[in-house]
């Protein structure tokens, strides 16, 4: 309904944004210029932030930048299961035939990945979302997944994304081993009050709004609902400017943020 109220050409606040149209942000920025740096090194990496923060979403871009041709993502988002579970949804994702016990998924797995790097000299990059729910022997068994040559060869990239308490999890002295072998960590917060305006005026923008629509009171109150967190803004946003066109207004003010909130709650 709004969409033809404020003559969008599409939705502004959706999820599916591309890569190239993505708002940089400092932290975001910084988060991606560190998951570049573990590509680069090869090894294992730790990206962490609240839900709705954007790491799954930086990743992606990161991905997306990347030579297809020197680099093999495979994305796991199944990480509540057992060790078995994730090596299936590994060898899926790899187009392995799944075998039927533990130690052949392990060496079919790791055979996989040797003969990427050797001979298709394409470079793996296993990324784990969600890690945060992983079970204890599940992270260390991923570990072991990375350990080549006796612990002298880095060919699989490993980068495992989660919340917060995965970060704190990873200091406990069961997961010592895993910890000391993270080379690269990064923690994503939300935006910054500061940035919140730039934010809204990119994907009006991208939707072919060039005026400042949310009042600055407006924004004020998006910030503080959603402590800048890009999936929380953008949910708010969308009910926000639902509310101000059943109002036929022409900006979004801060009582219409109050009034979608309870959508969003």
Known sequence: MYR???AFTHLPFRRDVA???????TGHQ????RIHYLVEMCGIGLATGESGSGKTTV???????LNPGLYRSIYVPLSTGNVMDVYKTIAWELGLPTERNRASLYKQIRSEVSRLVLEARCRPILIIDEAHHLRSEVLEDLRLLTNFAMDSDSRLI????????????????AHEALSQRIIVRGHLCGLTRDELPAYLAHLL???GCEVPLFEPAAQEALYQATNGLPRKV????HHALLAAALGKAKTVSAEHV????PEVS
């Open 258 to 261: 109050q009034a979608a909130l």
């Open 30 to 33: 910084e988060l991606r210029t």
């Open 19 to 25: 890569p190239e149209d993505l708002f940089a942000s």
């Open 205 to 207: 923008r991208l939707a």
């Open 59 to 65: 990743c992606r871009s990161v991905i997306a930048s």
């Open 158 to 173: 490993l980068l495992l994304v989660g919340h917060p308490e995965l970060r704190r999890r990873l200091h406990l002295a």
């Open 4 to 6: 033809k109220h404020f």
């Open 234 to 237: 953008n949910s708010l946003a």
